[in-house]
Every structure is written in structure tokens, then in C-alpha cells.
């Protein structure tokens, strides 16, 4: 299942009540993407964790400073999660993927199948196994394509990015990563798209929705069983925590203030070009 049907769509998602994408990914309403900018990490947090959703929460890097100095927000990512899986490169079987993106009409490498299948206020959310070298899965030319598809959406990668300096000059968006490294991308084949994924001991899942501003980010994934939770979620109907295993819904990802840098083992600097 590299490239899930509607039908396998829907059977992940069946608490899902709402209007779907012609893929059959949930299509969450802007109205709630719009709360849950207004929203803080803790307020989004709880609803969702005495549901059950314990897992929603993971560290990473920012592209952008998370807060001001003043301590207000400076950059936010809220959007509906596009997920994929990634693993390392087998011939047999990346000749096989290779064949069956190109039956259904998709071109180019594997990390850009995800990025032309992206609509209005996405976020990507990647799987890329903690690869760094050689698996710096978006840099300034791909992150321009996010924001060119997407308006506000952006990134969220368990690997690398490159191309820092370009990368900050794309408006209107934000990249969670694992590290920077200079390699270009590398020795990989895509194992899932529009499929639950695994970032580091969270799991996240497609549709949902994300937000962050920090070191330290959270995923919310749509907790279908939920909606009728609105006031405690501010009176908003929004989603609950779920750690960052990727699947249909929402996804948001906050920051927690710690003052501690993020834990990913490839922060060398900026590369220069």
C-alpha cells in the first residue's frame, strides 16, 4: 500500500464525519485551522491527552525562531498533515516504487510526489528515518514549491534539510527538522504515502492538523471522538493531542518553552553555497 485508495483511506479514518479531499484524506475545516492559531500548546494539550492521545508530543529545530525576544510568537505552523514514509534504498524494490508512481503518473524523485500532491494550508510531515546526510529532504527549491501550493503551510521532517540560507527567504512558512547538512538527498524509496508514520516515539496521521513555535513542538491529530469535547477546547470543537504518528486529520505542533536547544544530531550551522 505505497499509494492508498480512497476506500483504504477512509477504513483508517472511520470516525471522520467531514468532507474528504477526492484522495480521501479528511479535510478539516479552515475555521478550526484558524482557532488553533490562537491557541496555545498546554490549552491544545490536555484535551486531547485525557482522551487517550499521549503521544503527540516530539522536540525538533525550527527554521525560524519560534518567539521574539519580547517572548511573543514570531512563526507558527498550523496546517492539515500530508504524510509519507521513507526507508533506505533497495534496488529491487525502489525500481518497483519507481514504477508503480510512474503508472499513476507522478514524476521526479520520491521526496517530490508528496510536494505536487499539496493544496492550500498542508503541511508535509516526514519520516525519513532521523536521516541526515544524504537525506536532506527539502532545501530552498522545494520549500518555494511548499509555499507556492501551500500559502502558510511548511514542514515537518525526522531528517535533514538543506539549503538554510535560501530556505529562510521563502515567506509565510515554517520547517521542523532534524538537522542541516550540506549533502543533496540520497539513497531512498518512499515506503507510504497518506499512511500513519513515526516520528521519533510519536505518531502522527494524515489530515491532522499541526502547529509549532518552538524547540519544542507537538503534534495534534484529530481526535474524531472529540468533537463533542468543544468547551474544553475554548468552545472551538478542536482536535485532540496525538503524538507524532501521522495519519488523516489535523496537525498542529506547539512549542514548550524549555530554554534547552532541540535534540537533533546534525546542527552544524548554516552550509554555505
Known sequence: ????????????????????????????????????????????????????????????????PEFKESGEVN???VGRAVTAMYVPARPDYHAASLAIAKAKGLVGTPNQWIIDSLVEHDVIVIDMYDKIFKGTFVGGNLLTAIHTRTKDGGAVIWGGVRDVEQMLKVPEVQVYHRGIDPTPIRDFSMARFNGPVHLGQGRLADGNPYEDNGWRRSHLGWCEGCRADAQGAGGTGLPSW????????????????????????????????
Do not use: C
Open 242 to 273: 496525538h503524538r507524532p504518528h501521522a495519519h488523516q486529520g489535523l496537525l498542529h505542533g506547539s512549542v514548550q518553552r524549555s530554554g534547552a536547544p532541540g535534540p537533533g544530531k546534525g546542527d552544524r550551522g548554516v552550509p554555505s553555497r
Open 75 to 77: 512563526r507558527k505552523l
Open 1 to 64: 500500500m505505497i499509494f492508498p485508495s480512497y476506500e483504504e483511506l477512509v477504513a483508517i479514518t472511520p470516525q471522520w464525519r467531514g468532507e474528504r479531499f477526492a484522495d480521501g484524506r479528511p479535510k478539516v475545516a479552515d475555521r478550526y485551522l484558524k482557532a488553533l492559531r490562537t491557541m496555545t500548546l498546554e490549552e491544545l494539550w490536555k484535551g486531547i491527552y485525557v482522551k487517550g492521545y499521549e503521544n503527540q508530543f516530539i522536540a525538533m529545530q525550527p527554521l525560524h
